[in-house]
């Protein structure tokens, strides 16, 4: 879209904001339902994708960490100067290299289970000189091997979850992928391994494996030596039958609470953002982030 279409448009959707905010919930509804009578028409085509896309938005459906409040989280955590982090299902380091320009004191961890994308992600690595260690190996509720569908489509599709793959074709454009077996362990046993005593801040986006790579820190949740952990929630969790429900249960009989991570707009300032965690039940592709009950300077991000 050229430039002065887009800054065109911008101003329009600015106005019809005020607008709509004057008119009555009743008023809202007949204005949508009269302006998509004519269905075929390109504009109204236009207009029901842009209000998709604003709902998307709105949930906070968006994967750069830019945007979608995780790197303003970091901003936030640095004050606590986190040592110990580890970042599972790293994919080529995006959220790894945040963590290194966000956390200076922080020794990151990362986790990549697919071998092609692996590669990458040491790639990015080299610079930090030993401040970034990849493993090219995934964490979960086992030790051994597992089945692991790759994809050369899109570094983000692979997964050890089958059911993935179909969410991944019409979401990330895959239109073919293969089985082959990739090493996995447990939390318990890397920590243990490498004699990590504590994790400040655990990231987890396994693609629907969530819930087993937090079953495989159960040592770990019982000597209350994590933190702060983010996991992400989506459209393959549900396809497994893992509800949101099970992470609200599994987090508070480990003492954590739970709640959304996404950019809030001050109200004294549009311009100056900041993270809230929101304690709800709003179900989106937005990361998830559960603090410690027990260290309660954490509290002041809730605010």
């Known amino acids: 879209m050229p430039n002065v279409t887009r800054l065109a448009a911008k101003a ?59 790197a303003v989280l970091m901003q936030q955590l640095s004050q606590f100067s986190p040592c110990t982090v580890l970042d599972v299902g790293a994919n080529v380091g995006d959220w790894s290299l945040a963590a290194m320009r966000y956390l200076p004191d922080a020794t990151v961890h990362a986790f990549e289970i697919a071998p092609a994308t692996s590669a990458k992600l040491v790639a990015n690595a080299t610079p930090f000189d030993g401040r970034l260690i990849v493993n090219a190996f995934g964490l979960g509720d086992m030790k051994g091997e597992i089945t692991l569908y790759y994809t050369s489509e899109s570094d ?52 629907g494996a969530e819930l087993s790579v937090l079953n495989s820190f159960a040592d770990t949740f019982a000597r209350k030596a994590i933190d702060v952990i983010q996991f992400e929630y989506g459209q393959v969790n549900l396809r497994t039958r893992v509800f949101l429900e099970d992470f609200y249960r599994f987090f508070p009989r480990m003492a954590f609470s739970l709640g959304n991570c996404c950019l809030m707009a001050s109200r004294s300032s549009p311009s100056s953002w900041q993270t809230r965690i929101l304690l709800d039940l709003i179900s989106s592709h937005a990361a998830r982030i559960a603090s410690i009950w027990s260290r309660p300077s954490f509290a002041s991000l809730c605010r």
């Not at 005020?18 to 949508?32: E, K, N, T, V």
């Not at 992928?177 to 362990?185: C, S, Y």
């Not at 994790?199 to 986006?205: E, R, S, T």
Request: proline share 2%; aromatic share 8%.
């Open 12 to 70: 329009g959707v600015t106005i019809l904001k005020h607008l709509l905010a004057r008119l009555s919930p009743g008023d809202r509804s007949w204005l949508a339902r009269h302006v998509v009578q004519e269905r075929a028409a390109n504009g109204v085509r236009a207009l029901v994708d842009f209000s998709y896309g604003t709902i998307r938005g709105w949930k906070n459906s968006e994967f750069s960490i830019d945007i979608n409040g995780e």
């Open 156 to 207: 983000t599709a692979s997964s050890t979850v089958r059911l993935a793959m179909d969410i991944a074709k019409p979401n990330h454009g895959v239109t073919h992928f293969e089985e082959m077996k990739a090493a996995i362990t447990t939390g318990h046993a890397y920590v243990s391994e490498h004699g990590i005593t504590h994790i400040d801040f655990l990231k987890i986006d396994v693609e």
